[in-house]
């Protein structure tokens, strides 16, 4: 007799358009598969900055730099993980990795998968650190829809290029 494997339990912590409210949201809250789970910081500080003449959030992997990051964590199926794969450009434009995040709701910490900026300009650590995206940072955000027909490049990612 054969069984069927069952799924296995994927969270993934989003710090900025993937969030409530926000304008890629529609990614995860569309879904059946992607569940709320609550609000949550990283365990570790890293940077979190808004770069770009797209205002994008980035949470640079600079892990010891910048702030304890607020976010949500949500549970994920396989299939919704390769569609926020697409969506954030993994493999080759941000890295995914498993971090510990801290819910609001507990004490415990849990690992959760996070999509970081490996191969960044050092400039980006300049950029003011947050330790949360908010609806004011979020205002300045350029959608896709909004952007200019020029081929984005890594190259750049800061204001002022």
């Known amino acids: 007799m054969s069984t069927c494997p069952l799924p296995r339990k994927l969270h993934v912590f989003v710090y900025g358009t993937l969030k409530r409210g926000f304008y890629n949201h529609y990614v995860m809250g569309d879904r059946e598969d992607a569940k709320f789970v609550g609000v949550a910081r990283t365990v570790d500080r890293f940077p979190l900055v808004v770069g770009s003449k797209y205002n994008i959030p980035y949470l640079l992997h600079a ?92 190259e750049s990612i800061y204001p002022g290029e």
């Not at 010891?64 to 949500?74: A, C, F, L, P, R």
């Not at 970081?116 to 400039?123: A, G, K």
């Open 63 to 154: 892990k010891g730099k910048g702030h304890q990051v607020e976010g949500e964590v949500y549970q994920i199926s396989e299939e919704c993980l390769g569609v926020l794969d697409k969506l954030e450009g993994y493999p080759g434009y941000y890295n995914r990795i498993a971090i510990p995040v801290t819910l609001r709701s507990m004490t415990d910490t849990m690992s959760c998968l996070v999509y970081v900026l490996d191969n960044f300009r050092e400039r980006l650590l300049e950029l003011e650190h947050l330790s949360a995206y908010t609806e004011t940072h979020h205002q300045l955000y350029v959608t896709p829809n909004q952007r200019s027909s020029d081929n984005f490049k890594l």
